[in-house]
C-alpha cells in the first residue's frame, strides 16, 4: 500500500480553516487515497503517530467525515470530499449563527449612554462598515430623521436602507433631484426638498458621496467624499459618527442654515415668477 505524497501548506490550511487539525487532516487525506483502511494501515500512510490514530478518528467519525465497518479489524473509510466539505460548511455555519446570537446578546444589553455624555467621534471607513452603521442609526430612530445628500448616492446606495426606518418617524430629506416614479420605493413617506445647487458643488468630485445624517437630533453619522467612482470596486468613502452634543449641535446650525437657504431660494422664484 502506497503512501500519500507530501500536499502543500496550502492544504492544510485550507482543511485548519474548514475546522480539522493538522493529524485530522492528514488521516482524512489520507483515507481518500484507498478504499478502506485499519488503524495500523492509516498509521503507516499518514504518518500519524500510532497512538493518536484512534482519537483522531473517532473526531472524524463525530465529524460525519468517516464511517467505519463492522468487520474484525475494523476498517474505516472516508466520506467523499463533496459531501465531507458540505458537512464541514454547515459546521461551521452553526458555530457562526450560535457565535452572532451570543454576540448580539451581549451588545444589545449594553448600558445605554445618556444623550450628551458620549463624547466620542467616531471614524469609519469602507463603504460596507458606512453602511452598517447608517442602517443601525436610522433604525433606531423614534420620531425623525433628516439627512441631506446627493440623488445619485440615495438611488444607488440607500434603497436597501429604506425598510429600517420606521414608518411612524417623519423623515425630511434635502437632495439635487428625486425620481419618485421610477423608485417609489426609496422613502416613500419622506418630505423632500430639491437643493439644485448641490449640481454645482459636486463639480470635482467623482462621485458625489457626501451627505450629513441626523437622528433624533441626537445622532449625526457624515460621509465624505471618497477619490473612486461610485460604481468602482475601489469606492471607499470616510465617514464620521457622533453623539456629541457639540458635533450633533454643529450640524443642527448646518440643518437650519440650509433649510432657511431653501426657503430663500423659493421665495424669490415666486417672486420672479
Do not use: C
Not at 488521516?27 to 499518514?46: F, K, N, P, R, W
Not at 490514530?53 to 467525515?65: E, R
Amino acid at each position: 500500500m502506497g503512501e500519500i505524497q507530501p500536499e502543500p501548506d496550502r492544504i492544510y490550511d485550507s482543511l485548519k480553516s474548514l475546522g480539522l487539525t493538522k493529524y485530522e487532516a492528514l488521516v482524512y487525506m489520507a483515507l481518500l487515497q484507498v478504499q478502506g483502511a485499519t488503524a495500523t494501515e492509516i498509521h503507516e500512510i499518514s504518518k500519524v503517530p500510532r497512538a493518536s490514530v484512534y482519537p483522531v478518528i473517532d473526531k472524524l467519525i463525530s465529524k460525519n467525515l468517516v464511517s467505519t465497518s463492522n468487520t474484525t479489524p475494523k476498517r474505516f473509510s472516508a466520506t467523499p470530499p463533496e459531501a465531507a466539505v458540505k458537512n464541514m460548511l454547515g459546521e461551521i455555519k452553526k458555530d457562526a449563527d450560535n457565535a452572532l446570537k451570543a454576540l448580539n446578546e451581549l451588545y444589545e444589553s449594553r448600558p445605554e449612554r445618556p444623550f450628551g455624555k458620549q463624547e466620542y467621534i467616531w471614524s469609519i471607513t469602507g463603504e460596507e462598515n458606512i453602511l452598517l452603521k447608517l442602517k443601525e442609526a436610522l433604525s433606531s430612530a423614534e420620531k425623525e430623521v433628516f439627512f441631506a445628500a446627493r440623488w445619485d448616492f440615495i438611488k444607488n446606495k440607500l434603497s436597501d436602507i429604506t425598510e429600517s426606518v420606521s414608518p411612524d418617524v417623519k423623515i425630511e430629506i434635502i437632495t439635487s433631484n428625486w425620481d419618485k416614479d421610477g423608485y417609489p420605493g426609496i422613502f416613500p413617506n419622506a418630505s423632500v426638498k430639491i437643493f439644485k445647487e448641490f449640481n454645482s458643488y459636486s463639480r470635482g468630485t467623482k462621485n458625489g458621496a457626501s451627505g450629513v445624517y441626523i437622528i433624533d437630533k441626537k445622532k449625526v453619522l457624515l460621509i465624505m467624499d471618497s477619490d473612486a467612482d461610485l460604481d468602482s470596486a475601489s469606492f471607499n468613502p470616510p465617514a464620521l459618527y457622533s453623539e456629541s452634543y457639540g458635533f450633533v449641535q454643529f450640524f443642527l446650525s448646518y440643518r437650519e442654515f440650509i433649510s432657511g437657504h431653501l426657503e430663500s431660494l423659493q421665495k424669490k422664484e415666486k417672486i420672479s415668477a
